[in-house]
């Protein structure tokens, strides 16, 4: 009896250790359902799913409206789906596309290519494939690296260029601390000592794959309620759907990539010249600072605008605001 007990007790033990400390078990392919780009395209009337393969990957991507084109670009830990708030007013003026960037959502997830003047390769290619010329360019966190590269490396296919809460790696990056200052790490974000440890936790090759497989809606929960006035804006649902492409190994490998190239952005940043074409940078109390001070000597032609009441996810915080931004300058 008591040899039966104790190996039931060591099975039971095994067990719970096994349980608590093995990764969730994930499929690395399926999608659940309602997360789908099929189920979530619907959301938005007018909108579709669309696939072309461009430099050797497969990009996913939505688009309605008509009129001029005006691309948007999602940055990190996001998806398309970030402007889901924003596309179809936009659309009532513009024909737009929503892009998955390389090693983002339901586009593909190559192993190199990640650097933002590759990304901006991949978007001209886009436009060329589907007969555009010349375009509206807007980006967001990463996708604002992306749009300032396009604007760079293609100033004749951009018409206008809009970076919002971002601008492209530069030298600063490499000066950014290890630590926190004194006092400045809390609940939410100082505008003034802004501490982003994910830059450099997202350097690190293989790991994060490991410890984020299946629990990306951890990092997604805390970075939104440090990063943003409104978290409330970014729904229980929204997050469930960047967990669910986050959650896989290969699109935490995907979106780390575009960090890890920082290195190469910063080569390619010193060879950039001044835009020629008008420029608007947005930001909230975060990025509106860094965008003030930088834009002006990358641009002839700029503006920057605060938008109050808004953390870093700008187009789901203040949508309305962010959109009539838009469109005022676009005009």
Not at 16 to 35: D, E, R, V
Not at 288 to 315: E, F, T, W
């Amino acid at each position: 009896m008591k040899t039966h007990f104790w190996n039931f007790s060591i099975a039971m033990i095994l067990g719970l250790f096994t349980f608590s400390g093995a990764p969730a078990q994930i499929n690395q392919n399926k999608i659940p359902a309602a997360y789908t780009d099929e189920a979530l395209v619907k959301k938005l009337p007018g909108f579709s799913n669309y696939y072309e393969t461009v430099n050797g990957i497969r990009l996913h991507y939505v688009a309605g409206g008509k009129g001029k084109p005006l691309f948007l670009l999602p940055g990190w830990p996001e998806t398309w789906y970030a402007y889901h708030l924003m596309a179809p007013a936009l659309a009532a003026h513009y024909r737009v596309y929503v892009v998955d960037l390389r090693g983002m959502g339901s586009s593909d997830i190559p192993v190199s290519g990640y650097d933002k003047k590759t990304m901006a390769g991949d978007l001209y290619a886009l436009m060329k494939k589907l007969g555009i010329e010349k375009a509206y360019i807007c980006g967001h966190d990463i996708g604002a690296m992306v749009a300032f590269s396009f604007g760079a490396n293609y100033p004749a296919a951009t018409e206008k260029l809009i970076l919002m809460e971002g601008m492209h790696p530069n030298s600063y990056i490499e000066k950014m601390p290890m630590l926190p200052a004194k006092g400045t790490f809390a609940a939410k974000m100082s505008g003034k000592s802004p501490y982003a440890w994910w830059f450099s936790f997202n350097q690190v090759k293989g790991l994060p794959e490991k410890l984020l497989a299946g629990r990306s809606r951890y990092l997604i929960d805390w970075l939104v309620d440090y990063v943003s006035v409104n978290p409330n804006a970014i729904t229980n649902f929204d997050r469930s759907v960047y967990a669910a492409y986050y959650d896989r190994p290969q699109n935490i490998r995907g979106g780390n990539g575009w960090y890890q190239s920082f290195a190469q952005d910063i080569d390619d940043s010193k060879t950039y010249g001044k835009f020629a074409m008008p420029v608007l940078g947005v930001g909230c109390y975060i990025g509106y600072g860094p965008l003030k001070m930088s834009l002006p000597n990358q641009a002839a032609d700029c503006r920057v605008v605060l938008i109050k009441n808004s953390g870093h996810y700008i187009m789901e915080e203040q949508p309305s605001i962010v959109n009539a931004t838009i469109l005022e300058f676009l005009k």
